[in-house]
């Protein structure tokens, strides 16, 4: 049972436009996540995260949302530029304290077009 | 910053070989993680080291594969024998205290 879900495979933007990437978390225990992204060929790499004591964390482009009772998180990237064409990976800390262990989704490919 | 070397960057055998996977941290981190990623299961945390001591393993597969980290610069994880279903890319990955992982860009793993 997968208790990170990113549910949408794929997500495709203009160029300057917003890119939405959305996460869905099963268990409530959670309480810190991560966003990484994911070139072919590369290692995942950390992009931003997120406290539960916190709704919104912003970073540059990029900002993070967090709906503790829906349990969902989005990453909001403005605006997008063709460099963000990549796999966007949700993650959870496993409610152990650890933030190396983690609970990943299945991640979103964002294609940025020109 | 050279980041997290890994090799191989490719891995080929036939079922049954063994194989070994390795690591160098960045150096000054602390937390070496193997994680590993699949169609079927995605990014999967196997193993995970704190100053050279595995603390959790429980997400090793099976006994056919193991893991150590002789010392702070390096570590391998080893399958033996090799068995198709092990075909993956393997990331190790590391951090300091509780900073965000560095990974490294993964061997990707063939087993025919």
């Known amino acids: 049972d997968q208790q990170v879900k990113q549910n949408s495979p794929s997500l495709s933007v203009q160029e300057g436009r917003i890119s939405i990437l959305n996460c869905d978390y099963t268990n409530s225990m959670f309480d810190y996540f991560l966003w990484y992204k994911k070139y072919p060929a590369e290692g995942p790499t950390f992009l931003i995260s997120?406290?539960?004591?916190?709704d919104k964390n912003e970073d540059g482009r990029f900002t993070v949302f967090l709906n503790k009772s829906a349990k969902h998180l989005s990453l909001h990237i403005v605006p997008s530029q063709p460099g963000d064409s990549a796999v966007y990976f949700c993650?959870?800390?496993?409610?152990?304290?650890?933030?190396?262990?983690?609970?990943f989704g299945q991640g979103t490919t964002l294609q940025v077009k020109p | 910053d050279a980041g997290v070397i890994q090799s191989p960057r490719h891995e080929v055998t036939e079922m049954g070989q063994e194989v070994t996977l390795r690591c160098k941290p960045i150096?000054?981190?602390?937390?070496l993680f193997w994680y590993r990623q699949t169609m079927m299961r995605g990014l999967e945390l196997l193993i995970y080291f704190n100053n050279n001591v595995p603390i959790d393993d429980s997400g090793m597969p099976e006994d056919r594969f193991s893991a150590k980290m002789p010392n702070a610069s390096f570590s391998t994880l080893k399958i033996q024998p090799s068995e198709p279903r092990d075909s993956a890319v393997y990331f190790c990955?590391?951090?300091?205290?509780?900073?965000?992982?560095?990974f490294g860009n993964g061997t990707r793993l063939t087993v025919t």
């Open positions: 990955a590391s951090s300091r205290d509780s900073s965000p992982l560095h």
């Open positions: 150096s000054g981190h602390n937390s």
């Open positions: 997120i406290s539960s004591i916190k």
């Open positions: 993650a959870a800390v496993d409610g152990s304290g650890n933030t190396g262990k983690l609970i």
